[in-house]
């Protein structure tokens, strides 16, 4: 059976507990009962709940029945893809904070889970944690939608997706991008590419290269790069392969910069007498004196620390207006940035 309101043409929302009891013709406490697994139910009032469930589409969130119970002293952290360096300071000022005030982590991978087919946001929820932390870009946009209607949620090194009520601690990308791009030009060069990241950061950081192209009065190139180092190989060996090939390539983060590196030595270019590379995010990778990249800080420990006291602040009082906070950028210059070949 269809719900009356999808086949009206007009969005449904979504079901509650009171509008199964009412399709069943039960109490609500008795749906209770059955999402409980309670053995004081008649089999037939059982199968009226479970069929009207089905047809409005409803299903049970763990969390929000466990939401009148004591906390747990836990909160979930959402990474995109643990194998990024990005997030090891971010996490390292993240627990610094939760741990501060007796709350443990739960970390899942969804990178991971997406491999196993697991749901990695489901399976936090099912873990009845007190509050949610999603660090960096995320492909779960949908679900974590759908914990912020159950628990206080907090954004950490993203504005994805963006939701009423949820905090977002990022770094201020636009700056960061434009510092970045503003230290090429002093160094002479004009042909300046940059390796354009996903989602709203990757937009941010794509608008602050522009900025600083066209207020030299240069036309800006911009080709998408990913985030991976596989992506910034291949988006780095197109633009290195043309005759018009740049003198410098600003990368979305240092693991695509890494890319970015690798496809400068194999067309036989030397970084950064031929070609100079800047990343993003200061890893531990940029400061491997053999690679030696400038990048640009994005102070991920502060937003580690500052996700944290959000998240806890919102446990707290989960009627708090939604907030921003932008945590500066500093431009760390090493090895790979130098004068373009025509320069003295």
């Not at 990757?202 to 900025?211: I, K, L, P, T, V």
Request: a neutral charge.
């Amino acid at each position: 059976m269809t719900h009356p309101s999808a086949a009206s043409g007009t969005p449904a929302s979504r079901p509650t507990i009171r509008d199964v009891a009412t399709r069943a013709g039960v109490s609500k406490s008795l749906v209770s009962l059955v999402l409980q697994g309670s053995g004081n139910v008649s089999e037939s009032r059982r199968r009226a709940v479970l069929q009207a469930m089905e047809e409005l589409g409803y299903r049970p969130n763990k969390l929000a029945r466990g939401l009148s119970m004591p906390r747990t002293g836990t909160v979930g952290v959402l990474l995109n893809d643990l194998r990024n360096p990005w997030f090891v300071e971010l996490l390292e000022g993240l627990t610094a904070s939760l741990h501060a005030a007796g709350v443990s982590p739960i970390l899942a991978d969804s990178y991971t889970d997406r491999r196993v087919g697991r749901r990695s946001v489901e399976a936090l929820l099912e873990q009845r944690i007190d509050g949610l932390v999603v660090v960096g870009t995320t492909t779960e946009s949908s679900a974590i939608e759908t914990a912020a209607a159950a628990v206080p949620v907090v954004l950490a090194g993203t504005l994805d997706p963006a939701l009423p009520g949820v905090d977002i601690v990022v770094n201020d990308d636009e700056a960061g991008a434009r510092k970045a791009t503003e230290h090429l030009l002093a160094l002479g060069h004009k042909l300046i590419a940059h390796l354009q990241g996903p989602d709203e950061i990757g937009r941010r950081r794509r608008a602050g290269y522009e900025h600083a192209m066209k207020a030299a009065g240069l036309e800006p190139r911009v080709v998408s790069g990913g985030m991976s180092e596989e992506s910034g190989f291949a988006a780095a060996d197109r633009l290195l392969a043309g005759p018009d090939r740049p003198t410098a390539i600003f990368a979305f983060n240092d693991v695509a910069c890494i890319g970015a590196l690798s496809a400068a030595a194999d067309h036989g270019l030397a970084v950064p007498g031929d070609v100079s590379l800047v990343g993003y995010d200061n890893t531990y990778l940029a400061r491997i004196r053999h690679l030696s990249l400038t990048s640009v800080d994005n102070g991920n420990l502060a937003v580690g620390v500052q996700a944290g006291r959000f998240i806890l602040e919102r446990i707290g009082s989960p009627d708090l207006p939604r907030r921003l906070h932008l945590v500066s950028s500093e431009l760390q210059i090493r090895g790979s940035t130098s004068h373009p070949p025509s320069a003295p």
